[in-house]
């Protein structure tokens, strides 16, 4: 089955990168749990010779995701992580990157505790104030680096403004996509140059799987990233690959769902006495809330509100009934964690100070449950 090019996002998700097993006609791309392939003669095989260089199910992923993000190809990776360290691999020592202060604590940990041993440099700056963008840029600058939205302050980067600004100063774009997904935002179509994920989040959807992706528009770049892929073989196994393509095929409808009960519960937040603020960019009072709208498909699953202390999240985590206290995101279920003490721990406490991320703050990933369990979840926690 051949997609045309006015295939829309829901068809591209179940169809791309997928054609019917030849040898039985299997709808779902098989399993290929092989390490590697029987070749004809010297020299002659059938486009397969060793598990790490190539495998159909990872290769039917990879297309997967690359259509539903408008790239030219994708390449996946043991971890959200792997693929973020493979980026790296395409500087050199002295180079420059600039970076979105609330990066995720994981990314800031590679980039200041790893890779600045070997050379790299980084600034951090709120990518939503392109003046701090353009101030940052130097003559060694080779990557802009944006999360949007941030983790956990929430907090968008106009991606064409920003794609513009750093373009002028021959600076390619990468956008870490996780917290949005390809169905709320994009980048690609902003003028980005890279995106990357963690599949492990919303594009598996399910809890079950760690992976990581990326996925480029320019052709020297995606030599480089199969290069390296073969090359350090990080890769992302058949199994991991064959349950993220099982969430792609439902990611519309789930974040279609993600965004309607975010959307409520963050309402009902923001009308609790004892909650001191409600960080969500679909409330009108969010400082990107109109930027949201025109860049975003929905406002995503994410929210995070503060109850005021460490000593009271630690209560409010402990009394949850449906929710579960856990790190990671973008699964069905619903989970809830505290991000100075979990997500962003490996970040110095300054640093998150300056940044807002409180010890009273306690972060959402809301699922696709019925929404008045969860409300009601919230409700006897906070009473």
């Known amino acids: 089955m051949k997609l045309n090019d006015t295939a829309r996002f829901s068809t591209v998700c179940i169809h791309a990168g997928q054609e019917p097993d030849p040898s039985t ?4 791309v098989p399993i290929y749990q092989t390490s590697t392939y029987v070749q004809e003669g010297l020299g002659q095989h059938k486009g397969f010779e060793y598990g790490r260089t190539q495998n159909p199910t990872r290769m039917a992923l990879e297309a997967n995701v690359a259509a539903i993000e408008g790239g030219i190809a994708g390449f996946v990776f043991a971890s959200g992580m ?3 360290d493979t980026l790296l691999t395409r500087l050199e020592s002295g180079d420059h990157l600039v970076v979105s202060d609330n990066t995720y604590g994981g990314t800031f940990r590679l980039f200041e505790r790893v890779r600045r041993k070997f050379g790299l440099d980084f600034s951090y700056v709120d990518t939503s104030r392109h003046d701090l963008i353009d101030a940052a840029i130097i003559a060694r600058t080779k990557y802009l680096f944006i999360e ?6 929430l907090r968008i980067t106009d991606l064409r403004a920003a794609s513009d600004l750093a373009h002028q ?5 990468i956008v870490d996509n996780t917290f949005a997904s390809p169905y709320i935002q994009r980048p690609l179509d902003f ?8 599949t492990t989040k919303f594009l598996n959807g399910h809890s079950d799987s760690v992976g990581g992706i990326i996925v480029l528009r320019h052709q020297d770049d995606a030599e480089w990233m199969k290069f390296v892929q073969n090359a350090a073989g990080a890769i992302l196994g058949p199994m991991d690959s064959w349950l993220v393509l099982r969430g792609t095929k439902t990611l519309p409808i789930r974040m279609e769902r993600t965004n309607a009960n975010a959307q409520t519960l963050a309402e009902y937040l923001a009308s609790h ?13 969010h400082p990107h809330h109109t930027l949201a709208k025109r860049q975003m498909r929905g406002f995503g699953g994410l929210i995070s509100f503060d109850v ?8 409010v985590l402990g009394r949850f009934r449906l929710m579960s206290l856990a790190e990671s995101l973008g699964g069905v279920e619903t989970l809830i964690s505290h991000p100075a003490i979990m997500t962003h721990a490996s970040v110095p406490p300054e640093r998150r100070a300056a ?19 969860l409300r009601e979840d919230l409700e006897q926690a906070l009473r």
Not at 25 to 28: P, R
Not at 273 to 285: A, F, K, M, Q, T
Not at 308 to 315: F, K, L, M, Q
């Open 191 to 198: 003028g980005a140059d890279i995106v990357v994920h963690s």
């Open 355 to 373: 940044i807002g991320i409180t010890e009273g703050m306690i972060r959402i990933s809301v699922g696709i449950e019925d929404v008045e369990d």
């Open 82 to 84: 792997a693929a973020i």
């Open 273 to 285: 006495s004892r909650v001191e603020r409600v960080i969500y960019p679909g409330l009108p009072d």
């Open 25 to 28: 006609g299997a709808i779902t």
């Open 169 to 173: 100063r021959n600076v390619r774009v």
């Open 148 to 153: 949007t939205p941030t983790n956990p302050m």
């Open 308 to 315: 005021g202390s460490v000593d009271r999240a630690r209560e």
